[in-house]
């Protein structure tokens, strides 16, 4: 593919005290790709988010988004490249106190100078796009679990990003509510032509939302494909995941860890 990648690893390490997270980790994110990163729970899913964010630095290799080096940035312009990445974090983290708009408000205030109408204009817009009109003044706990992720989502798109990063967008919500939620990143990454990558461990929603898969597994990516190639991995650790399997390599590994 020549096109140039909106996101790049390039062999990154993250180690903390002894432990590897990540060991040479490398991909790319293109635009208007939707990558759904799988693993288990601690395999370094939402480690990959944060160092994409700049929030952790890598020990080494490097991170690019186009031709920025993300850890090489000063803080105001790793601040200007946040603003143009929305995330929507695992439990939608809205602010309790504040409602709906202010909450939407927020990142637009702190990053940018806005007139009150045209932030008003934005909040308006996103909250229909996420089927949330009306509910500017509510608080987050008068709201059920799916009407916070859909605020979540709301807010994210605020600065009008060309990515958005998703951590975990289905956790804690039933089935039909997380199919509501993946058909949503599904028609705005659509509609708004943005690039998503999206953390999950569920199988469910990865299938449903990914334009590609890469799958981590001891701090490596051992499968980056399209989700067809996953369903049909001759890969024993991709196939134990994908089929949820209780026997194979991902539980021997379990259960020899656990022995020793």
């Not at 990445?85 to 695992?90: P, S, W």
């Not at 709301?154 to 951590?167: N, Q, S, T, W, Y």
């Not at 001759?234 to 022995?259: H, L, W």
Request: hydrophobic share 40%.
């Amino acid at each position: 593919m020549s096109e140039t990648p909106l996101i790049h690893l390039d062999e990154v390490v993250l180690r903390f005290d002894d432990k590897a997270v990540l060991d040479g980790v490398s991909f790319s994110v293109f635009p208007k790709d939707r990558l759904v990163i799988l693993g288990q729970s601690g395999s370094g899913k939402s480690t990959t988010l944060r160092l994409i964010l700049g929030i952790l630095k890598p020990t080494s290799g490097a991170i690019f988004y186009r031709h920025l080096k993300i850890q090489k940035l000063r803080r105001s312009r790793l601040n200007l490249l946040r603003s143009r990445m929305g995330v929507v974090y695992q439990y939608s983290a809205l602010i309790s106190s504040m409602t709906v708009r202010e909450n939407l408000a927020l990142p637009v205030e702190e990053l940018c100078r806005k007139p009150r109408k045209e932030i008003d204009a934005a909040i308006q817009k996103n909250l229909e796009l996420v089927g949330m009109s009306g509910s500017e003044d509510s608080l987050p706990s008068e709201l059920s679990g799916g009407m916070r992720k859909r605020i979540s989502i709301a807010r994210a798109l605020m600065m009008d990003p060309e990515i958005l990063l998703f951590d975990e967008p289905s956790a804690g919500l039933d089935p039909v509510i997380s199919s509501v939620i993946d058909e949503l990143i599904i028609n705005l990454t659509e509609q708004k032509g943005a690039t998503s990558i999206v953390v999950t461990h569920e199988m469910d929603s990865a299938f449903r939302i990914a334009t590609r898969m890469a799958m981590l597994y001891q701090g490596k990516i051992i499968q980056d494909d399209k989700p067809e190639k996953f369903r049909c991995s001759k890969n024993p650790i991709v196939r134990q995941f994908v089929t949820g399997d209780t026997e194979g390599p991902i539980t021997e590994s379990i259960e020899n860890a656990g022995s020793s």
